[in-house]
């Protein structure tokens, strides 16, 4: 798709006046991108290396769930932080404007390997890395599958966008504001790019349960032949689930996020 035929694609959605629009590149062209817009370089063994500024990784005190009827019931707010309505608005608006005129990139991705459960998500972001970092993330449609995507929720990931706690309603410079009745992730401040994978999960984890499918935070492998015989690997971050699925003897599902749903375990 054209820049033009992509950037008028992404006003029809919600994000007017964009400039130069980048849509659903391939590795090897972010990766170019990437390099030529100074977000990284090319290392030894031809892997781009980046830095994520001041954040290294999660922000969770910036993160917050947008109080709406739909989900006020729903939502544990002792252990989540709410922001209104009025105050995501200006969050949204005032980030559409801040990308008017900017180049942008955008994956359409699927989040889930089972069709009957997966979600549709779009995600833009100001950084050519960030699209090469959801692209490896999440899955790839095929080529066909894209010219009738329609997403369910998108991300819109804006680093050099800063957040004014007064008017915004959060905590600091940095936002991380979820909208399920807008069906909307917005995230400012933060270079980190893992933020995009975890609002992505933030997601899951509450749409997955009302559908009877547990998300999990685990990596899961199943016995060769037998795919009923699966074994899960429960751990934070860091602490070896990826490691201890990747065994030789068994077939790797996935080493981060699963589903688990009365049809097996995706």
């Known amino acids: 798709m054209d820049d033009t035929t992509a950037a008028s694609r992404l006003a029809a959605s919600g994000f007017p006046g964009v400039g130069r629009v980048h849509d659903n ?107 090469l970092f959801i692209r490896h993330l999440l899955r790839r449609p095929d080529e066909a599958e894209l010219a009738g995507f329609r997403p369910d929720f998108t991300i819109l990931n804006c680093p050099s966008f800063h957040a004014d706690p007064a008017r915004h309603g959060c905590r600091s410079e940095t936002v991380i504001a979820i909208s399920f009745e807008r069906k909307l992730v917005l995230v400012g401040g933060s270079a980190y790019a893992g ?28 016995a060769k032949g037998n795919p009923d015989d699966v074994a899960l690997f429960f751990g934070l971050s860091g602490t070896g689930k990826t490691t201890l699925s990747a065994d030789t003897a068994r077939v790797l599902i996935g080493d981060d996020e699963h589903g688990w749903s009365d049809d097996g375990v995706f």
């Open 25 to 131: 590149l391939l590795e090897a062209a972010l990766i170019e991108a990437a390099v030529q817009r100074g977000e990284g370089k090319i290392g030894r063994g031809g892997t781009l290396l980046v830095t994520t500024g001041k954040h290294t990784g999660r922000s969770p005190k910036d993160k917050h769930i947008v109080r709406e009827p739909s989900v006020d019931a729903h939502i544990w707010w002792d252990n989540n932080t709410p922001m209104s309505p009025e105050h995501f608005e200006a969050l949204h608006q005032d980030m559409l404007a801040h990308v008017r005129g900017d180049e942008l990139f955008v994956q359409d991705l699927y989040a889930g390997a089972d069709p009957a459960h997966r979600l549709n998500v779009r995600v833009i972001t100001e950084l050519a890395w960030h699209s």
């Open 195 to 222: 933020e995009n994978k975890k609002g992505v999960f933030t997601l899951l984890n509450y749409l997955l349960p009302a559908k009877g499918v547990m998300p999990m935070h685990c990596s899961a492998n199943h």
